[in-house]
């Protein structure tokens, strides 16, 4: 008999194809959200391996929060051109045009105006009833609870203890109108995995992601890009430092960490060898011992 | 961290971990985790701070699995989550499952995608009820390796005698499940000892730790390999000159060039390309998912499966299923669910629950697994039959609208499973595993060859040389089973007698079963108590089956005081071929009468548990016919039962 064992990278793509399909066959309007991480590269190339040889059939989504570093937009715009994919940028304009920011208003207020707002905002715009994520369970404690298809009633709330329970790999689709779905193809893998397929698969991720000398103030340990927005606090200096970014959000709010990786082979070596969790440098998660979880609550990934 | 393993070529075993509130699961897993440096330095500190506010010396390494607030105040685990970790060996996932009552469908949750359980027990509390269940689930749901971890075992000083008294009791038990293989491991979870390194402080066990026999379980077997099923999932078109069936192949394999059929069309063709981003492949097999596109143009949409033309699954509309239900609400009998069923969803309507067991009533009888279902039909609390309340697991008969290709769940876990989905809340009320299609009596008869589809799992019966349509057909008359039930003294025994003598004297083949003549030969070992009496009754019913089958009219007179008794025979005997008999008769006149003396035995205290005086008789609900023992002749009610038989077509009008 031949084996049959294939290596676990090719069992957890093919388990996320198929659930990437599932919502393609179920939904009337699903939509695939696009961070332009490391994940999101990820997921989008899952789903162009899920339609291949036919284009990818629903569009991405990016929630834009006015904050995000330069190099990802650009990355962003040469890339849906690149795979030929459609794409919509939602941003809540009256919130950045108030000038939200989290060192006015806090960290927490900061993200339910400018990416869960702008989310739900999205979603109800364009009448979407399934949104592909890209989170992974392995991030965080109360992901680690999601479902893969996550029921979320009308005003985008998750409720733990409502949750639907999921058996084999039968997925269960159904919602009332202005219910919608969450889908994580990605649930089962972990940093490490994402990184080697983006090896494996040679897919082009954003330049910051690489270590260089950036202009950035030490923070506690967490090394903040230097900019316009950031006041110096007493006994604080701006450094050039080499560094980069282990995972990508908001300007304001995503840390550098000191680094040499300047490929991914090097980036893998240096995770391999990690003592700290990827979003160690995630000011966002920790605000309380239960930040994430609340944020999901609200209508956040 | 730990070296990882090569992500192209280990291979990945999901396990699940199951265990009674408060035996350590959580801790168990943070053990695993921590001892094969899978926690980053920023999450152990978080616990750690935690510990610190608490003024507690250690880490409490449960803390790095309960993720939710509303876990951490109570200090349970609500629901299933999932962690992850891998060693040089192997990648994980963890099925972290509660392990209170309540959450039986969270464990069923867990166990549906699991190679392997870890059930754990504590060792100073012993084999309970729960862990008993949690074995039964893992058997149910085929999990095929199990570990069970004696924990706390320095709670019990290292104690050998305890880990084998503990090991002999539930190796006695679980071999009545349907488990593969079983590894025992005497555990502290807390202390880490015979996790991930072996520990000096028990020189008595020389077998593997836990993390030893997660990394080498083979788990390559456990894959159905030889039945090609491809469900179509999406049809791809991007252009006139390609069209093609993209879907996850669930079993087996297949290459270009292969017959395939289509179902439920029946079409057939072959196959063309096997398509992928990466290139075409010359050999695709479980669990890849790939496009699959065919020589001939023939219409095949989602829903539909791609098999192999001399590998056929069953394709039916009416199925028996074991039934997991999860819902909040009440099971409902006859109302329109939805069935999801690999990639078809059809109207359906759950038509009869055959039994319902309560698999906190094990019993420790050698039986086969359908015996077992049988014996672990309903509890005498539950009088109401005819639904399944959450966390309620029973047999059920469900008729689809629309035909589903299935095999049975214990050949293929993908085919073989599904989902209830309510219409009105949308959620997933129940999980189902196919036993195979429902038969009726007809066809169960004629149809030989399918008979064997019916009978339980894994005991292989060489088909009987002579038919029972040839027997019925020699003997003229149809082959039925008449129990006569009813307190002891109604009347049962003379009633059949004289029926037998009737029967036998016009030329039928009858046979006659009463509790007298079982019990001086094949149950002698039995007593009277309620636990031997189920017992008692189920051989009965196995005996009557066999004369059943040689062509015999049965007449089987037992007290059978439980309706969940006589169900259990019932379901032995095709429909319309098991008739019940109540015969009624007060109990003050049975006392009066008391033929053998056993109602004086009993209220004078010699047997503790007798129908009727300490032990509850449960009336038919609706029996084929009721006999008035007491007013009436024994003429009359022969005449009433000749007729019963007559209009049931057992015998010639």
Avoid at chain 1, 25 to 45: H, Q, T
Avoid at chain 1, 70 to 78: K, Q, S
Avoid at chain 1, 153 to 169: A, C, S, T, V
């Amino acid at each position: 008999m031949k084996d049959i064992n294939i290596s676990y990278l090719k069992q957890l793509e093919s388990e996320s194809i198929h659930i990437i399909r599932e919502v393609a066959a179920e939904f009337k309007n699903p939509v695939m959200l696009y961070s332009i991480g490391k994940d999101s590269s990820v997921m989008v190339r899952l789903a162009q391996k899920a339609f291949y040889p036919g284009k990818i059939p629903f569009p991405l989504m990016h929630i834009d929060t006015g904050y995000k570093f330069e190099e990802m937009i650009e990355f962003r715009d040469w890339y849906v051109k690149e795979i030929g994919c459609r794409l919509i940028v939602e941003r809540n304009e009256q919130a950045i045009s108030e000038g939200t920011h989290p060192q006015k208003i806090g960290v927490d207020k900061c993200c339910a105006k400018l990416k869960t707002q702008g989310l739900l905002g999205g979603i109800k715009r364009h009448q979407f009833d399934a949104a592909f994520g890209g989170a992974r369970r392995d991030e965080e404690k109360s992901r680690a609870k999601e479902r893969i298809f996550s029921f979320r009633d009308e005003f985008g709330q998750w409720d733990p203890k409502y949750q639907r329970p999921e058996l084999w790999n039968l997925y269960n689709c159904h919602i009332n109108e202005e219910e919608s779905i969450r889908v994580f193809p990605l649930s089962n893998w972990t940093e490490m995995d994402v990184w080697y397929y983006l090896k494996n698969e040679e897919i082009p991720i954003v330049p910051i992601y690489y270590a260089q000398e950036r202009e950035v103030v030490d923070r506690g340990g967490i090394l903040i890009p230097y900019d316009d927005m950031v006041k110096l606090r007493p006994g604080e200096k701006v450094e050039k430092i080499m560094c980069r970014f282990r995972s990508l959000g908001c300007s304001p709010c995503t840390g550098a960490v000191r680094s040499n990786a300047r490929t991914i082979d090097d980036i893998i070596k240096e995770v391999e060898e990690a003592s700290k969790s990827e979003r160690e440098n995630r000011i966002i998660d920790l605000t309380t011992d239960s930040s994430m979880e609340d944020k999901k609550k609200e209508g956040y990934f | 961290m730990d070296s990882h393993t090569s992500p192209n070529h280990a291979n990945l075993l999901r396990f699940t971990t199951v265990g009674s509130v408060d035996d350590g699961k959580s801790t168990l897993i943070g053990r695993l985790l921590y001892d094969t440096q899978n926690i980053f330095d920023d999450q152990l500190e978080a616990v750690r701070k935690v510990a610190e506010r608490k003024g507690e010396e250690e880490i409490d390494l449960s803390l790095l699995t309960d993720g939710l607030a509303a876990e951490r105040e109570q200090g349970i685990t609500i629901d299933v989550a999932y962690r992850y970790f891998q060693t040089s060996k192997r990648k994980f996932i963890i099925a972290d499952t509660p392990g209170h009552v309540q959450y039986t469908r969270n464990m069923v949750t867990g166990a549906s995608t699991a190679n392997l359980a870890i059930i754990l027990i504590d060792a100073r509390r012993g084999v309970l009820e729960q862990s008993r269940r949690h074995g039964f689930i893992a058997s149910l749901l085929q999990v095929s390796h199990m570990i069970v971890a004696v924990n706390k075992i320095d709670l019990v000083d290292y104690s050998k005698e305890v880990f084998d008294s503990i090991v002999e009791e539930y190796d006695e038990y679980s071999r009545k499940l349907d488990i593969k293989d079983i590894t025992y491991i005497p555990v502290s979870a807390l202390k880490g000892d015979n996790v991930v390194s072996k520990s000096a402080k028990t020189p008595w066990y020389d077998g593997p730790t836990v993390l030893h026999t997660l990394e080498n379980v083979h788990i390559g077997s456990d894959l159905n390999v030889r039945d090609f099923r491809f469900p179509v999932q999406y049809v791809i078109r991007p252009d006139l000159n390609f069209r093609g069936y993209a879907g996850k192949i669930v079993a087996g394999s297949v290459n270009p060039g292969e017959e395939i059929a289509v179902l439920p069309s029946g079409l057939v063709s072959k196959v063309k390309t096997i398509t992928t981003m990466d290139g075409d492949l010359e050999d695709a097999h479980a669990p890849q998912s790939v496009v699959i596109t065919l020589e001939d143009e023939i219409d095949i949409s989602r829903g539909d499966m791609i098999v192999r033309r001399h590998n056929l699954p069953q394709v039916e509309n009416n199925i028996d299923v074991i039934l997991c239900w999860m819902g909040n609400d009440p099971l409902e009998i006859g109302k329109n669910y939805f069935i999801k069923h690999t990639t078809r969803t059809v109207n359906a309507c759950i038509s009869k629950l055959i039994y319902m067991f309560d698999v906190n009533t094990l019993h420790r009888t050698d039986a086969t697994e359908h015996n077992l279902f049988c014996e672990l039909i309903k509890t005498p609390h539950r009088t109401d039959v005819n639904t399944l309340l959450l966390n309620e697991i029973g047999r059920a008969e469900i008729k689809l609208t629309q035909p589903i290709m299935l095999d049975q769940y214990n050949k293929n876990r993908e085919t073989g499973s599904f989902i209830v989905i309510d219409p009105d809340t949308n959620f997933t009320v129940g999980a189902g595993m196919i036993r195979g299609a429902v038969r009726s009596i007809e066809e169960t008869i004629h149809a030989e060859g399918k008979a064997e589809e019916e009978l339980p799992v894994k005991v292989e019966i060489e088909r009987a040389p002579v038919s029972l349509k040839e027997r019925e057909e020699r003997y003229k008359h149809k082959t039925a089973v008449i129990w006569f039930t009813g307190l002891s003294g109604a009347g049962k025994s003379t009633i059949a007698k004289s029926l037998e003598r009737l029967l036998f004297s016009t030329g039928i083949h009858t046979a006659l079963l009463d509790w007298d003549k079982l019990h001086h030969g094949l149950c002698k070992d039995l007593s009277f108590s309620d636990q031997d009496r189920i017992e008692n009754i189920r051989r009965a019913g196995e005996v009557a089956r066999v004369f059943y089958e040689h062509g015999s009219v049965v007449l089987c007179t037992f007290v059978s005081p439980l309706r969940c008794q006589r169900d259990q025979v019932k379901a032995l005997i095709p429909e319309g071929r098991f008739l019940e008999v109540f015969v009624r008769c007060s109990l003050q006149t049975c006392v009066q009468r008391d033929p053998r003396g056993l109602y004086k035995k009993a209220m004078d205290g010699e047997i503790p548990q007798f129908t009727g005086i300490n032990s509850p008789y449960e009336e038919p609900l609706n029996p084929d016919i009721i006999l008035d023992a007491e007013y009436k002749s024994i003429e009359e009610n022969l005449k009433a039962l000749l007729e019963m038989l007559k209009s049931k077509g057992i015998i010639r009008k």
